[in-house]
């Protein structure tokens, strides 16, 4: 016997993310309640420049109460495919469009309690094609050298768990094309 729902509910309907109520029979035969954020999914961009360095965004983080220093990255819209969205998220971020994208991995953000599932894409072979960000939305565009994300990274510069996760994945890629 596996996780059994006898009753769903949306008890919040958000901008970026939904919020509903299980009531589930576990496998022992007992019920509990699991809150779960429904999340549409989202993208992280690794964008490298022809110096080889990777874009970042800075930007205030309002639920932290402080800015952080991120990959660039972007909810899907309704019946958005990940590789649309990730067209328009870097030229919203970084006002920049990636002649090449290459998905290098996939992960779910927080299971615990989200069904976000993040998308990860190289960027490569840009050039200056903005589009408008999003209002509400302060971003400034940081060109970091790939040898020193380890020290941001020691440091406590770069920690959002998106970041972190995609320049793992990344790690492949970046070893092999590393400009020292």
Avoid: W
């Avoid at 509903?20 to 954020?37: A, H, M, N, S, Y």
């Avoid at 990940?82 to 991995?105: F, N």
């Amino acid at each position: 016997m596996g996780y059994e729902t006898k009753h769903s509910e949306t008890v919040y309907l958000g901008k970026a993310f939904d919020v509903r109520r299980d009531q589930i029979l576990l496998p022992d035969g007992k019920e509990t309640t699991f809150d779960v954020v429904v999340h549409p999914g989202a993208v992280t961009l690794i964008p490298i420049d022809s110096a080889g360095r990777i874009l970042f965004v800075r930007q205030y983080r309002y639920a932290i109460g402080e800015e952080l220093l991120e990959l660039p990255a972007g909810t899907l819209d309704e019946g958005e495919e990940p590789e649309a969205c990730a067209h328009r998220e870097i030229r919203e971020e970084t006002g920049m469009s990636a002649g090449k994208l290459e998905k290098i991995g996939e992960f779910f953000l927080v299971p615990g309690y989200s069904t976000e599932y993040m998308y990860i894409y190289l960027a490569s072979d840009l050039k200056p094609d903005p589009l408008p960000g999003d209002e509400d939305e302060f971003i400034t565009v940081e060109a970091i050298a790939v040898q020193k994300i380890p020290e941001l990274i020691s440091q406590g510069i770069l920690r959002d768990a998106k970041s972190l996760s995609a320049l793992f994945l990344a790690e492949p890629y970046l070893s092999r094309n590393r400009v020292d």
